[in-house]
């Protein structure tokens, strides 16, 4: 086989480009700090007995999970009808309208929440549109690293808008608010803008007979030449395992949860990496850590800590592009599973023994309540720096990578459903838990993370440095994923115009 060695420019920065998990950190982050705003909480509050406004638990549920409401299942209906790129720019738009019209409210708090689920309509649908895209057009040599880069977007995202929200927090009007949310259509609008000078994906155009088009994006990928025996060979393999697919007919919903080459154990998969990563504990602090770290007592604002937060996660996040190759999918969700886990264990037993119940004053705090603090945050900083190393971008590489083209837009959608469907839960319900147990909702993260290590190691094999075809053939093996570490593809794999084609296409 050719060495598949990229040395194309343009597959980097079209990763770097469409890697636009930013615009999903930026409003993660940006809605923290707009809870605790004074002029925010007015407007969308409601006033106390005491003439005070404030956020209530639910008001927080329902203005923060609405963006995930909006899920990501719609994409699976665009993605092979626009094309990969025509669906990304249709999103966009859809995102940008929805930051508008939050950006426009004045009092009203459904108007509010509206805009934030036209928004999550948007963003959900392309947080599932960019690894299909990028695992469709990333050359295999880089394609885990690319799709880390999604990762990094997202953090990058989030450390964003802590910093707008830092200078903005303290203008005495809406302008503290409305400036980062309102930065969000210039996200939108770079998007959209981009996609015009960015190919489609080669594996799209070869399934709907374009050919010419397909061997173009994949020569100017690679950096060869049309003509180059890789740029044939990869035609060619991805026109036998089109045809193959395509043998039955059209997709359907059902076809993800199918025997047939293990789509149901890989569905499965998929739907539950996304599920423990929602549950890790990290979420919980881009969605309330200005609110959970009042009580911490530490002599920095919750927006101080805040923007360190979400420093040290763009800081973890950056060896993953390095270990996600290196250590492969297993070794990195089961080290940041068990790690996770100790972080975890820690907050939630330190906080409840030592921190203050929430609203005490800051002059209030005791020596043991500020060295409590100290502990809570400093491992929540752990925690969120081994999750951006880890079980962050992993389970969007392993999403990316582990579908046939016949079923990959409805099978990622799945996955991606599930991300929004738990980030959803979790962004509804934690105020709620927070306001009954305080921090020992941190032993529900630790009792997932647990679970996290148990299933990854009997459930997901090790995919790392085999083509999309060549993920078929591994789960097609049976082979147990514990003994999945240095599995190689046979020859037969690449020699589909001998007889044994007939049987793969079979198989298939």
Same mark, same amino acid.
């Given at each position: 086989?050719?060495?598949?060695?990229?040395?194309?420019?343009?597959?980097?920065?079209?990763?770097?480009?469409?890697?636009?998990?930013?615009?999903?950190?930026?409003?993660?982050?940006?809605?923290?700090?707009? @809870?605790?705003?004074?002029?925010?909480?007015?407007?969308?509050?409601?006033?106390?007995?005491?003439?005070?406004?404030?956020?209530?638990?639910?008001?927080?549920?329902?203005?923060?999970?609405?963006?995930?409401?909006?899920?990501?299942?719609?994409?699976?209906?665009?993605?092979?009808?626009?094309?990969?790129?025509?669906?990304?720019?249709?999103?966009?738009?859809?995102?940008?309208?929805?930051?508008?019209?939050?950006?426009?409210?004045?009092?009203? @708090?459904?108007?509010?929440?509206?805009?934030?689920?036209?928004?999550?309509?948007?963003?959900?649908?392309?947080?599932?549109?960019?690894?299909?895209?990028?695992?469709?057009?990333?050359?295999? +040599?880089?394609?885990?690293?690319? @799709?880390?880069?999604?990762?990094?977007?997202?953090?990058?995202?989030?450390?964003?808008?802590?910093?707008?929200?830092?200078?903005?927090?303290?203008?005495?009007?809406?302008?503290?608010?409305?400036?980062?949310?309102?930065?969000?259509?210039?996200?939108?609008?770079?998007?959209?803008?981009?996609?015009?000078?960015?190919?489609?994906?080669?594996?799209?155009?070869?399934?709907?007979?374009?050919?010419?088009?397909?061997?173009?994006?994949?020569?100017?990928?690679?950096?060869?030449?049309?003509?180059?025996?890789?740029?044939?060979?990869?035609?060619?393999?991805?026109?036998?395992?089109?045809?193959?697919?395509?043998?039955?007919?059209?997709?359907?919903?059902?076809?993800?949860?199918?025997?047939?080459?293990?789509?149901?154990?890989?569905?499965?998969?998929?739907?539950?990496?996304?599920?423990?990563?929602? @549950?890790?504990?990290?979420?919980?602090?881009?969605?309330?850590?200005?609110?959970?770290?009042?009580?911490?007592?530490?002599?920095? %604002?919750?927006?101080?800590?805040?923007?360190?937060?979400?420093?040290?996660?763009?800081?973890?996040?950056?060896? +993953?592009?390095?270990?996600?190759?290196?250590?492969?999918?297993?070794?990195?969700?089961?080290?940041?599973?068990?790690?996770?886990?100790?972080?975890?264990?820690?907050?939630?037993?330190?906080?409840?023994?030592? $921190?203050?119940?929430?609203?005490?004053?800051?002059? +209030?705090?005791?020596?043991?309540?500020?060295?409590?603090?100290?502990?809570?945050?400093?491992?929540?900083?752990?925690?969120?720096?081994?999750?951006?190393?880890?079980?962050?971008?992993?389970?969007?590489?392993?999403?990316?990578?582990?579908?046939?083209?016949?079923?990959?837009?409805?099978?990622?959608? $799945?996955?991606?459903?599930?991300?929004?469907?738990?980030?959803?839960?979790?962004?509804?319900? %934690?105020?709620?838990?927070?306001?009954?147990?305080?921090?020992?909702?941190?032993?529900?993260?630790?009792?997932?993370?647990?679970?996290?290590?148990?299933?990854?190691?009997?459930?997901?094999?090790?995919?790392?440095? $085999?083509?999309?075809?060549?993920?078929?053939?591994?789960?097609?093996?049976?082979?147990?994923?514990?003994? %999945?570490?240095?599995?190689?593809?046979?020859?037969?794999?690449?020699?589909?115009?001998?007889?044994?084609?007939?049987?793969?296409?079979?198989?298939?």
């Amino acid at each position: 086989m050719a060495k598949d060695v990229p040395t194309s420019r343009r597959a980097v920065l079209l990763a770097i480009f469409i890697a636009f998990g930013f615009l999903f950190g930026y409003d993660m982050g940006v809605i923290s700090g707009c @809870l605790i705003m004074p002029d925010f909480i007015r407007r969308f509050g409601q006033e106390g007995t005491d003439g005070q406004y404030y956020l209530s638990s639910s008001r927080q549920s329902i203005i923060v999970s609405l963006l995930s409401a909006g899920g990501a299942i719609a994409q699976a209906f665009t993605s092979d009808r626009l094309g990969r790129r025509g669906s990304i720019l249709f999103w966009s738009a859809i995102f940008t309208v929805g930051v508008a019209i939050q950006t426009g409210t004045t009092y009203s @708090l459904v108007q509010l929440v509206i805009g934030r689920y036209i928004a999550g309509l948007g963003v959900g649908s392309l947080s599932a549109i960019v690894p299909l895209y990028n695992g469709e057009t990333a050359p295999k +040599a880089i394609r885990g690293t690319i @799709l880390v880069i999604y990762q990094v977007q997202i953090i990058s995202g989030i450390f964003l808008s802590y910093l707008f929200e830092l200078g903005s927090h303290t203008i005495n009007n809406s302008a503290s608010w409305r400036l980062p949310i309102g930065l969000q259509m210039v996200w939108g609008i770079v998007l959209l803008s981009g996609m015009f000078f960015l190919p489609e994906s080669p594996r799209h155009l070869l399934g709907t007979g374009r050919g010419d088009e397909a061997r173009k994006v994949i020569a100017e990928l690679n950096g060869v030449p049309e003509d180059n025996p890789l740029v044939i060979e990869i035609v060619e393999e991805l026109d036998f395992a089109i045809k193959a697919e395509n043998e039955g007919g059209k997709a359907t919903w059902l076809e993800c949860f199918s025997t047939r080459n293990a789509l149901w154990r890989r569905t499965m998969n998929g739907m539950m990496l996304q599920f423990i990563q929602q @549950l890790n504990g990290q979420n919980f602090y881009y969605y309330y850590g200005d609110t959970f770290f009042q009580s911490a007592g530490a002599g920095l %604002s919750p927006y101080i800590i805040q923007t360190i937060l979400g420093a040290v996660s763009v800081v973890g996040t950056l060896p +993953a592009l390095y270990f996600i190759e290196t250590w492969g999918r297993r070794k990195s969700l089961l080290l940041g599973a068990s790690t996770q886990a100790v972080c975890a264990l820690i907050v939630a037993v330190v906080g409840h023994a030592t $921190l203050a119940p929430t609203g005490t004053p800051t002059s +209030a705090l005791t020596a043991r309540n500020r060295a409590g603090g100290d502990v809570v945050i400093t491992f929540a900083v752990f925690q969120v720096f081994i999750f951006g190393t880890t079980w962050g971008p992993t389970p969007w590489v392993y999403l990316g990578e582990s579908f046939p083209l016949r079923v990959r837009p409805k099978s990622i959608a $799945l996955g991606s459903a599930t991300n929004w469907f738990w980030n959803f839960m979790l962004s509804f319900f %934690s105020p709620r838990i927070v306001d009954r147990i305080g921090p020992m909702i941190m032993l529900v993260f630790f009792g997932m993370l647990v679970f996290g290590y148990i299933y990854v190691y009997f459930a997901i094999p090790e995919t790392k440095g $085999l083509t999309l075809e060549e993920v078929d053939e591994l789960y097609r093996s049976g082979i147990r994923p514990w003994r %999945s570490v240095g599995w190689r593809p046979s020859d037969k794999h690449y020699h589909h115009e001998e007889k044994g084609a007939s049987d793969s296409v079979e198989e298939v």
